[in-house]
């Protein structure tokens, strides 16, 4: 159920933060048992690679992006270490397969104008992603500044600075996967039995960053590999394809079974909402 203002934003963030005080009981064995592993990952991060597995020009869901004008939404910012409530500027943006996001662009971007173009850059990527991906994100919000993407079930939060980096290097697309995986997909699978087991069998992980956080970031790491192999092989390299299921192959079957290689990535969850004729 689709809720608005500050309150469901609290609740989506204090639903991080009580994972997060669950990951300080629940990571001791994993990370025991990586410390005794003979090989280390492969990888650092999935943010670090420069796999452009995601292009722009992949068919997309995109449809239109409309004004809902302004409102009070309480988003995270990294930048103040806190959740202030800030008066956005909303849009909605809207796909074929009849999925919807709320984009609320901080009011640092000081006019409509500016905050319609900045919006602009998400909803189009957005819409390259499998709709299992984007189905779980309800609000995808917008700060200034250089701080790490970050989710939580239901909304992501980025900052313009380091999406103009990550642009640069044909990666933003990669990075909204990422966290989509954490707003869609961490809620029902990352402490599921299927997939500890799964993390159990592998006894290794694909990156550092999901070896120091595994109940956190190990789905979500994981998931952008395993996509690239089953559903655009030829922009992997062979090799990475080759450390990458000798290090998790249990996982990637698992993940295999969420995005079934030979099925369309897109599939229809309601009838689509016609597009206001103002909309861009």
Request: some cysteine.
């Amino acid at each position: 159920m689709r809720a608005n203002g500050g309150t469901r934003a609290k609740t989506l963030v204090n639903g991080v933060v009580l994972c997060a005080l669950g990951v300080f009981v629940m990571e001791a064995p994993l990370r025991a048992r990586a410390a005794g592993a003979e090989e280390q990952p492969p990888y650092d991060s999935t943010v670090d690679t420069v796999f452009d597995i995601i292009h722009e020009s992949d068919p997309t869901t995109f449809v239109c992006m409309e004004y809902a004008g302004r409102g009070a939404r309480q988003i995270w910012d990294k930048r103040v270490d806190g959740e202030p409530v800030v008066d956005a500027f909303l849009f909605v943006a809207r796909y074929n397969d009849g999925t919807s996001i709320e984009i609320a662009i901080n009011p640092e971007f000081e006019t409509e104008e500016n905050a319609r173009k900045e919006a602009l850059r998400y909803a189009a990527p957005l819409g390259l992603l499998p709709t299992l991906l984007r189905e779980g994100v309800q609000r995808f919000s917008v700060h200034m500044g250089e701080k790490g993407f970050h989710a939580g079930t239901g909304q992501i939060v980025v900052y313009s600075g380091t999406a103009d980096k990550r642009s640069d290097h044909s990666h933003l697309e990669e990075s909204l996967f990422h966290e989509s995986v954490h707003a869609s997909l961490d809620d029902e699978h990352r402490l599921s039995a299927g997939w500890r087991d799964a993390q159990m069998r592998d006894g290794r992980f694909l990156t550092s960053y999901a070896q120091r956080s595994p109940e956190r970031e190990d789905l979500a790491e994981t998931a952008l590999f395993a996509y690239a192999i089953s559903h655009y092989p030829e922009r992997f390299p062979p090799a990475d394809t080759s450390d990458t299921l000798r290090a998790v192959p249990n996982r990637i079957d698992y993940i295999k079974q969420l995005l079934p290689p030979h099925q369309a990535i897109f599939h229809k969850v309601r009838d689509a909402e016609a597009c206001r004729q103002d909309a861009k």
